[in-house]
């Protein structure tokens, strides 16, 4: 078996062309490919290697860096005078993506440092895969959401035709798609006042991602507009004197279209319809400031 300057496990094994031809690339960008392996759960072909870290970089669909968090785990780095941990990296256009690591990839650029460890995977496309399996640091809603985005627009660029039904996994759940789009236009948005609605009425779209990217614009649009008059709803409650952090989540909940009592769920637009015609109809003379922090109080999960 020929070998190029790294270890094959298993030895009796040819690695596929793939897997060679990335070894030799990682040596051509000035790195060093250390060892080419099958993985111990789906026994696909990996390589751990050192990577030149000016060709590292993060990709460019996942959620902006965490400047808190990037601070502690370099400290923790410093600390240790070691790098332990390596990222996660494919190949594309010349450099290579990190669609897990990127806090352990901003440390070592911080520190410069010339090589990064990583574990290179020859299939680009598992960077989508990766990137909905992220739990270097726990998202929250408008990080996944944006990460969401992201990804569908860089599949929308690369000319994707298949159906956005088909990155269920990637994606993990329909109303991100829709709530990333929102957070874009505004970086504010009351994400998780309007999740537990969207969560429930949005769903994936049975149709190519170009075409289904326009209906998620225009859902966008509905839900931007019942926020638009939500806020107004919040305002009047204001000049009455009532004034609570749950408020926006309480009158969401008195407007919503949906019942626990309800066999079916409407459909997206029906729902946004009915949400919307709530709001303009929302009597704020009738709320007292009692009834926000009592539903406040309820909707705190019981201690376990």
Not at 75 to 97: E, H, M, N, Q, S
Not at 171 to 183: D, M, R, V
Not at 266 to 285: H, I, K, M, W, Y
Request: with cysteine; charged share 30%.
């Amino acid at each position: 078996m020929a070998r190029i300057g790294f270890t094959v496990h298993p030895e009796d094994e040819e690695p596929p062309a793939e897997a060679l031809e990335l070894s030799a690339a990682i040596e051509a960008d000035g790195g060093a490919a250390l060892a080419l392996y099958r993985e111990p759960v789906g026994g696909h072909w990996q390589i751990f290697a050192l990577l030149p870290a000016a060709k590292v970089q993060a990709t460019p669909y996942q959620r902006d860096l965490s400047k808190a968090h990037a601070e502690r785990l370099l400290k923790v780095i410093k600390k240790l005078d070691r790098f332990i941990d390596p990222v996660v990296a494919v190949r594309a256009d010349g450099v290579y993506w990190v669609p897990n690591g990127n806090h352990r990839r901003h440390c070592l650029e911080k520190l410069k440092a010339r090589l990064v460890p990583a574990i290179v995977i020859p299939e680009t496309e598992v960077a989508f895969q990766i990137l909905a399996l992220n739990t270097e640091k726990a998202h929250n809603l408008k990080e996944k959401s944006l990460e969401v985005i992201r990804m569908y627009r860089g599949l929308l660029e690369k000319g994707d035709r298949r159906d956005e039904e088909s990155f269920a996994f990637q994606f993990e759940e329909p109303h991100f798609i829709t709530l990333g789009l929102l957070y874009e236009a505004n970086a504010r948005f009351a994400g998780g006042a309007f999740a537990p609605l969207l969560r429930r009425v949005d769903k994936f779209l049975k149709a190519p991602l170009k075409s289904s990217y326009g209906v998620r614009e225009e859902r966008a649009a509905k839900v931007a507009r019942a926020d638009e008059i939500l806020k107004d709803v919040v305002t009047r409650l204001k000049r009455r004197g009532i004034s609570h952090p749950f408020v926006k989540n309480f009158v969401l909940a008195r407007c919503s279209p949906l019942s626990r009592a309800r066999k079916t769920v409407p459909g997206f637009d029906q729902a946004l319809d009915r949400l919307t015609a709530s709001l303009e109809g929302f009597d704020v003379g009738r709320i007292r400031q009692e009834d926000i922090a009592r539903s406040a109080v309820m909707a705190i999960p019981p201690a376990s």
